[in-house]
């Protein structure tokens, strides 16, 4: 296989080529075969075509070659659109002839639906690729879109044509080819430069990764929209997003996939392991990647970026105009939800607007009300003396519903009053159909960043916020990372007794209350009469995540007599048979008020991961929990992990002092299992924490 440099020069050959064939060339524009030579042409490709098809003399005016090995040139890549069953002789004819780079688009090379023939063809493909060193992007794709370049080989007609597309900033990549070109049509039609797109299908070579990490190193693209089905090789997602943030340029990621529904449909579609959502989101945030929820976030992030640059490291000061009083409520709500401070306006901006208008009122949000429009230099007015008065690092024009004859007499001076604005601005309307059509257009024509609704542009700048804002502490964070140690061989992992529980996480500075491990019923009472007070007895077994459950925990109050307690010893015996339970722990009884839940795990995916929480009982239902990386749990990450809770930011608040000690506790428990591969699960759960000492302890664990 190709090192890095060979990995570099082969993705140039694929995403600017001086020459390229088209194997398997077709007639027809609209069809896979005929897309390429169609689109290469009208969008003025300058380098050289050749058509190969062994059927054929000619192919939309090209001379025809029977293979690409009788091209008489060099050829810098090629597009196979002939069907999986013949595509291996031509890939290896390509690899002969020196060929760079290969957009693969036939399907049929394992994806759930090939069977064990397109499997058993990919494991063909995969070997020729290794010994051959020609570079794939697929199989199943329709390919890539450059516009830097005028070079759009994509073997699909289905896209805006060269006079509706605008050359911007802005590059994407996506696993599923539906979901790049909606992606990269919807951009473009919200004036979204998206001058690269590339579609990787099932990645059985060049992967997303790859084009991210070559999208970093070219000066012309300043953010990377990314749709992923999978994360394929994890190191080197880590390591292409430490990259992307340390240089800053974002990427804005949708993962598809989530849910368990979702997760069946990636792998019935590229085969692809679409893995544990919530780890997947701790790996997306601890690494500075703005995850988004649906398509139209992606280019409503990357048209911010675009148009008002890298994201700063301070919180944004936004102030809004909306002719709407409503509205202006609603976007007022939606900023206060997702962290966008509105400063109240200057009493300059108050005086001016009494008097100048006759029912506004000098606010931020600023509601000109509808006076604006029979005199639309108001509005221009008031936009300018809002800007000039305040002290605003970002605005927001909202607009309401406007017809064609109404929206051209109030948007009349918009652009002049925006020529003003030295705050990055941005734009909202509520599309509605044809009766809105002028409105859009006028409102795009402006060349500021617009969205569909000001609900929108809220969460949009929120995310571009929250990059920036996180960005210093991610880099310091990432620098801080722990080195792994090699992984354990053993597949067979054994439970530790809850005693034994006990003492590893002691060492490790998670506190318990005294405790004594006892084997009979007797023991068990002279236990209960040194500990005093109300006590517990728990089964020493590890198998039982919730002992009470099973009737492996009792509660014996204080004054009840040893009786009591060599009888509870005897029931927990009785019950815990099926377990072979020969010993239990007679612990003190911890007081407190709120219960928490520590633990870590390792993850097939991403390796050991910690987790912090609500705990309980009902840990699974309250929905409070975060998770990290465990080689990333250190310093200020550690107590992030805290206060990234509901129940850690109310203890924050309560007694900051025992949210460092939980911080550290969860960093000590990720440097063990980073440090020791050979444990596969810590659940501390509760731990018990008494809000008038602000003390804590640990009242159950499992190690595994």
Same mark, same amino acid.
């Given at each position: 296989?190709?090192?890095?440099t060979?990995?570099?020069?082969?993705?140039?050959?694929?995403?600017?080529p001086r020459s390229v064939?088209?194997?398997?060339?077709?007639?027809?524009?609209? /069809?896979?075969n005929?897309a390429?030579?169609?689109?290469?042409?009208s969008f003025?490709?300058?380098g050289?075509?050749?058509?190969?098809?062994?059927?054929?003399s000619?192919?939309?005016?090209?001379t025809?070659?029977?293979?690409?090995?009788?091209?008489?040139?060099e050829?810098? /890549?090629?597009v196979?659109?002939?069907?999986?069953r013949?595509?291996?002789p031509?890939?290896r004819?390509?690899a002969?002839?020196?060929?760079g780079?290969v957009?693969?688009?036939s399907?049929g090379?394992g994806e759930?639906?090939?069977?064990?023939?397109?499997?058993?063809r990919?494991a063909?493909?995969?070997?020729?690729i290794?010994?051959s060193?020609?570079?794939?992007?697929?199989?199943n794709t329709a390919?890539?879109?450059n516009?830097?370049?005028?070079?759009?080989?994509?073997?699909?007609h289905n896209?805006h044509?060269?006079?509706q597309?605008?050359?911007?900033?802005?590059?994407?990549?996506?696993?599923?080819?539906?979901c790049g070109n909606?992606?990269?049509?919807?951009?473009q039609?919200?004036?979204?430069?998206?001058?690269?797109?590339?579609a990787?299908g099932?990645?059985i070579?060049?992967d997303?990764?790859?084009?991210?990490e070559h999208f970093?190193?070219d000066p012309?693209?300043?953010?990377?929209?990314?749709?992923?089905?999978?994360f394929?090789?994890v190191?080197k997602?880590r390591?292409?997003?430490?990259?992307?943030?340390?240089?800053g340029k974002?990427?804005?990621?949708l993962?598809v996939?989530?849910?368990?529904?979702?997760?069946?449909?990636?792998?019935?579609h #590229?085969?692809?392991i679409?893995?544990n959502?919530a780890v997947?989101?701790?790996v997306?945030?601890?690494?500075?990647i703005?995850?988004?929820?649906?398509l139209d976030?992606?280019?409503?992030?990357a048209?911010l970026?675009?148009?008002?640059?890298?994201?700063p490291?301070?919180?944004i000061r936004?102030?809004v105009?909306s002719?709407?009083?409503?509205?202006?409520?609603l976007?007022a709500?939606q900023c206060?939800?997702?962290?966008?401070?509105?400063?109240?306006?200057? =009493?300059?901006?108050?005086?001016?607007?009494d008097?100048?208008?006759?029912?506004?009122?000098g606010?931020?949000?600023?509601d000109?009300t509808g006076?604006?429009?029979?005199r639309?230099h108001r509005?221009?007015?008031?936009?300018?003396?809002f800007?000039?008065?305040?002290?605003?690092s970002?605005?927001?024009?909202?607009?309401?519903?406007?017809g064609?004859?109404?929206?051209?007499r109030?948007y009349?001076e918009?652009?002049?009053?925006l020529?003003?604005? =030295?705050a990055?601005?941005?734009?909202?309307?509520?599309?509605a159909?044809?009766f809105?059509g002028t409105?859009?257009?006028l409102?795009a #024509?402006t060349?500021?960043?617009v969205?569909p609704n000001s609900?929108?542009?809220v969460?949009?700048?929120?995310l571009?916020?929250d990059?920036?804002?996180r960005?210093?502490?991610?880099?310091?964070?990432?620098?801080r990372?722990?080195?792994p140690?090699? =992984?354990?061989?053993?597949a067979?992992?054994?439970?530790?007794?809850?005693?034994?529980?006990?003492?590893?996480?002691?060492k490790?500075?998670l506190?318990?209350?005294?405790?004594?491990?006892?084997?009979?019923?007797?023991?068990?009472?002279?236990?209960s009469?040194?500990?005093?007070?109300q006590i517990?007895?728990?089964?020493?077994v590890p198998?039982?995540?919730?002992?009470?459950?099973?009737g492996?925990?009792?509660?014996?109050?204080g004054?009840?007599?040893?009786?009591s307690?060599r009888?509870a010893y005897?029931?927990?015996l009785?019950?815990?048979?099926?377990w072979?339970?020969?010993?239990?722990v007679?612990?003190?009884?911890?007081?407190?008020?709120?219960?928490l839940?520590?633990g870590?795990h390792?993850?097939?995916?991403?390796?050991?991961?910690?987790?912090f929480?609500?705990g309980?009982?009902?840990?699974?239902?309250?929905?409070?929990?975060?998770l990290?990386?465990?080689?990333l749990?250190?310093?200020?990450a550690?107590?992030?992990?805290? /206060?990234?809770?509901?129940?850690?930011?109310?203890l924050?608040?309560?007694a900051?002092a025992?949210?460092d000690?939980?911080?550290a506790?969860?960093?000590s428990?990720?440097?063990?299992?980073?440090?020791?591969?050979?444990?596969?699960?810590?659940?501390?759960?509760?731990c018990?924490?008494?809000?008038?000492?602000?003390?804590?302890?640990?009242?159950?664990?499992?190690?595994?």
């Amino acid at each position: 296989m190709t090192g890095h440099t060979g990995r570099q020069r082969a993705l140039e050959t694929l995403l600017t080529p001086r020459s390229v064939a088209i194997i398997g060339a077709g007639e027809v524009p609209t /069809t896979f075969n005929g897309a390429p030579i169609h689109n290469l042409r009208s969008f003025g490709y300058r380098g050289e075509i050749y058509a190969v098809n062994p059927g054929r003399s000619q192919v939309q005016g090209i001379t025809c070659h029977a293979s690409v090995l009788d091209i008489p040139g060099e050829v810098d /890549t090629a597009v196979v659109t002939v069907p999986a069953r013949v595509a291996l002789p031509v890939l290896r004819e390509c690899a002969a002839k020196g060929v760079g780079s290969v957009t693969l688009v036939s399907s049929g090379f394992g994806e759930g639906a090939a069977g064990d023939e397109g499997q058993a063809r990919a494991a063909e493909l995969e070997e020729l690729i290794h010994s051959s060193g020609l570079r794939v992007l697929g199989p199943n794709t329709a390919g890539l879109v450059n516009l830097f370049d005028d070079y759009v080989p994509r073997a699909a007609h289905n896209h805006h044509g060269p006079d509706q597309v605008r050359v911007g900033r802005v590059a994407l990549v996506s696993q599923s080819g539906a979901c790049g070109n909606t992606l990269f049509n919807r951009a473009q039609a919200n004036g979204v430069g998206v001058s690269i797109s590339v579609a990787t299908g099932d990645q059985i070579d060049l992967d997303v990764w790859d084009l991210v990490e070559h999208f970093l190193a070219d000066p012309r693209i300043s953010v990377i929209m990314a749709v992923l089905e999978s994360f394929g090789d994890v190191a080197k997602a880590r390591a292409t997003a430490s990259a992307a943030l340390a240089v800053g340029k974002p990427i804005v990621l949708l993962k598809v996939g989530q849910s368990s529904v979702g997760g069946a449909v990636v792998r019935a579609h #590229s085969g692809s392991i679409a893995g544990n959502a919530a780890v997947q989101a701790a790996v997306l945030r601890d690494h500075g990647i703005i995850a988004v929820r649906d398509l139209d976030e992606l280019w409503e992030v990357a048209r911010l970026v675009e148009s008002w640059g890298p994201p700063p490291a301070q919180p944004i000061r936004l102030g809004v105009v909306s002719v709407s009083g409503g509205e202006a409520a609603l976007i007022a709500d939606q900023c206060a939800e997702h962290g966008i401070a509105l400063p109240p306006a200057t =009493e300059e901006f108050a005086a001016f607007v009494d008097s100048t208008f006759e029912y506004a009122s000098g606010a931020n949000p600023f509601d000109p009300t509808g006076e604006v429009v029979s005199r639309p230099h108001r509005l221009r007015e008031g936009i300018e003396a809002f800007v000039r008065t305040n002290d605003y690092s970002h605005m927001l024009v909202a607009s309401p519903v406007f017809g064609g004859d109404l929206a051209q007499r109030y948007y009349a001076e918009l652009p002049r009053a925006l020529e003003a604005v =030295e705050a990055k601005a941005a734009l909202s309307a509520w599309p509605a159909g044809e009766f809105t059509g002028t409105q859009v257009s006028l409102l795009a #024509s402006t060349g500021r960043p617009v969205f569909p609704n000001s609900a929108r542009a809220v969460r949009a700048m929120s995310l571009y916020q929250d990059y920036g804002l996180r960005g210093p502490d991610l880099l310091a964070t990432l620098a801080r990372r722990r080195a792994p140690a090699a =992984e354990a061989v053993s597949a067979a992992f054994t439970p530790l007794s809850y005693a034994a529980a006990r003492a590893l996480l002691g060492k490790l500075g998670l506190p318990f209350v005294e405790a004594r491990t006892c084997v009979s019923a007797e023991a068990a009472a002279e236990a209960s009469a040194a500990l005093g007070g109300q006590i517990v007895l728990k089964a020493n077994v590890p198998s039982a995540v919730h002992k009470a459950d099973h009737g492996l925990l009792e509660f014996v109050h204080g004054g009840s007599g040893p009786e009591s307690v060599r009888a509870a010893y005897d029931r927990i015996l009785a019950a815990g048979e099926e377990w072979d339970v020969s010993s239990v722990v007679v612990e003190g009884f911890a007081p407190g008020q709120v219960q928490l839940i520590v633990g870590a795990h390792r993850d097939p995916e991403f390796g050991p991961v910690v987790l912090f929480g609500s705990g309980g009982g009902p840990v699974e239902f309250l929905d409070d929990t975060r998770l990290a990386l465990a080689d990333l749990v250190t310093g200020t990450a550690a107590r992030e992990l805290v /206060t990234g809770t509901r129940i850690g930011r109310y203890l924050d608040a309560k007694a900051p002092a025992l949210v460092d000690e939980l911080a550290a506790a969860l960093a000590s428990v990720a440097e063990f299992m980073v440090s020791h591969p050979g444990c596969q699960s810590i659940d501390v759960n509760p731990c018990i924490v008494d809000m008038m000492t602000k003390a804590w302890a640990c009242a159950d664990a499992r190690v595994v």
